[in-house]
Nanobody, 114 residues
Framework: VQLQASGGGLVQPGGSLTLSCGVS????????WGWYRQAPGKQRELVAD???????NYPDSVKGRFAISRDNAKRTVYLQMNSLKPEDTAVYYC?????????WGQGTLVTVSS
């Protein structure tokens, strides 16, 4: 399975971005997925997850600002990010919600700065 995240970039505080993660392989539909991020000098953290039944969960740090969704036909997971803050700056990755994880992709860099 290969994970390809895209859609990152430089955005001003208060702005929005939508990330996409394409997943190869046929296991997509039956798998819970997560978006993770890792800021410089910090551990990787989960910022959103979605079950196969499309139930979603968010930590308080992004709740109300981020929205995860999935398209089973396209085998793609999305992360809509609104009201971005400088502290959202990180490399964003997608992977399974629960271990064992697939090999991590390169991720996509999100920089929130004026």
């Amino acid at each position: 399975v290969q994970l390809q995240a895209s859609g990152g970039g430089l955005v001003q505080p208060g702005g929005s971005l939508t990330l996409s993660c394409g997943v190869s392989g046929s296991i997509f539909r039956f798998t819970a997925w997560g978006w993770y991020r890792q800021a410089p000098g910090k551990q990787r953290e989960l910022v959103a997850d979605i079950t196969s039944d499309r139930n979603t969960n968010y930590p308080d740090s992004v709740k109300g600002r981020f929205a995860i969704s999935r398209d089973n036909a396209k085998r793609t997971v999305y992360l809509q990010m609104n009201s971005l803050k400088p502290e959202d700056t990180a490399v964003y990755y997608c992977n399974k919600r629960f271990s064992p994880f697939f090999t991590w992709g390169q991720g996509t860099l999100v920089t929130v700065s004026s």
